[in-house]
């Protein structure tokens, strides 16, 4: 038996049912979370669902819940589910109304749903390392807002996992802003560069978590816009998400970064990531 939730009833997956006329489902009208979980246990669930409040106030919806109870009912369904290692999925839409581009007013309740995923940590290919294809980033301007709005990702994606890749590593013009499902950073020199967290790019947990740790260990990096002639250039490239953790980058568009293997800065992130992991969520 698999559990999900429902506007705040927890039921079996199969009795979960999607109203047609769901914004969601209609205009993608929403916006979601995906938190990880390590032994049972979630891994800075209280910082994505300060983002998930963010992104509903961005798009002007209001969320019935407040993270705290958000977190308590995540709580829940990971222990129904028996999750240990996995993930927790979340979104909240602006309700069920007639087909209209207006919103339909605040009398009509979000519609919100929750799961969990049994998965891994991807440890062979943060091991090994993956390749990353380029693709120019076509998407809206507010990347910042983690909307149920994909088709732009989706796109860029596809082309990625056509090519056998990982990720798609996507720039508008000259500037790499980040990856299709990840962040992106370079290594040069021994310092870190990644975009500034502005719309051109989703503000990641992970980003986040990684450059606290960079402050707190004194790995001097740069939050900033880099060109293609950088990434082409750069000593180590890595990604970095909520299920891939920090993913070293090998490959890019054909080309090997480096010497072809993880960089020791991307290692050293990797094992500082982890033991923060482990302070928060026990040995994994
Ligand atoms: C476009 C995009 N950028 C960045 C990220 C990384 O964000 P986080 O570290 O919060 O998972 C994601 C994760 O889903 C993403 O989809």
Redesign the pocket.
Known sequence: MEYVMVDGRTLDRSAAKVDIEDRGYQFGDGVYE?IRVYNGKMFTGME?LKRLKESAEKIQMKLPYSPEELLARMEELILKNEVDTGTVYMQFTRGISPRNHVFPGENVATTFVAYTRKVPRPVEPMEKGVCAILDEDIRWLR?DIKSLNLLG?LLSKQRAAEANCFEAILHRGETVT??????ISIVKDGVIITHQADNH??N????QKMLEICRNESIPFEERAFSLDELSSADEVFS???TVEVMPVVEVAGKPVGNGRPGSVTRQLQALFKAEIERQCGQI
Do not use: D, K, M, P
Request: glycine content about 16%; proline content about 0%.
């Open positions: 995906v994505h990347c990702n980040e990856g299709s499902h990840s962040n790019i989703l990641g947990i992970t980003r970095s998400g909520t």
